[in-house]
């Protein structure tokens, strides 16, 4: 089955700053990549999500940028902010997006005032 | 914030007990999708439900169930509870539309097994 390898596990920026996470998948099917954020103590939050047929989206501080030759896709988040500070998590899923997602381990990042 | 809530909010068993959580999926919504989510890790797929049939299932044991409705909203059913059943249990829910779907999760239940 899938597999999903998420790096680093912890990230510390100072606050302006950019972060950049990294995830690399195992499935070459896999065609759906989200990111969920997750703040201590609540939901999963979708943040930003990209598909297979294209290379990069962004949406504001926030980019995705897919490889699909590699297997891999990042995460960049520009002039962090402190509210910025959560764990991520990547994840993929082969399909339109309603199907099993497989999880990476998750980024705790921290910004730091 | 999404339209999924989930009951209870926190939940204490002892092992071998069993336990029922409940998931109301966002308006419009006709799937619902169960994880667990052990401290510190990313949520892992248990299954999947559409149109009130399972439509895809993890690597999780017999003694993990669910149900659907007909409203789409959902049920989780764990037998014979064990410690390693302490999760944050998470559905998501979404609308299967063969078009650019998308998972929302709802708030999740808190599980300790004692």
């Known amino acids: 089955g899938e597999n999903v390898e998420q790096h680093p596990s912890t990230l510390s920026v100072q606050e302006g700053d950019s972060a950049v996470i990294k995830c690399t998948y195992s499935d070459s099917a896999s065609n759906y990549f989200p990111w969920y954020k997750q703040e201590l103590g609540k939901r999963p939050q979708l943040i930003i999500d990209?598909?297979?047929?294209?290379g990069e989206k962004k949406d504001q501080r926030i980019a995705v940028t897919l490889n699909k030759t590699a297997k891999h896709f990042s995460l960049h988040i520009t002039e962090t902010q402190p509210e910025d500070s959560a764990v991520y998590f990547c994840?993929?899923?082969?399909?339109?997006?309603?199907?099993?997602?497989?999880f990476g381990t998750g980024t705790r990042l921290t910004i730091i005032p | 914030e999404t339209g999924v809530t989930q009951s209870p909010t926190h939940l204490i068993k002892t092992r071998g007990q069993q336990v029922t959580l409940r998931c109301s999926s966002q308006s419009g919504h006709n799937t619902v999708s169960w994880y667990q989510q052990a401290l510190g890790q990313g949520p892992q797929f248990i299954f999947q439900?559409?149109?009130?049939?399972?439509?895809g299932r993890g690597n999780f044991p017999p003694r993990f169930s669910g149900l659907q409705f007909p409203n789409y909203s959902s049920e989780l059913n764990v037998n014979a509870l064990e410690l390693d059943d302490s999760a944050l249990y998470l559905c998501?829910?979404?609308?299967?539309?063969?078009?650019?779907?998308?998972?929302?999760f709802g708030p999740g239940t808190r599980l300790t097994v004692l």
């Open positions: 998501a829910s979404s609308l299967a539309n063969r078009g650019a779907d998308t998972q929302y």
């Open positions: 439900y559409y149109r009130e049939e399972e439509n």
């Open positions: 994840a993929a899923s082969i399909g339109f997006g309603n199907e099993k997602l497989t």
């Open positions: 990209i598909r297979s047929n294209v």
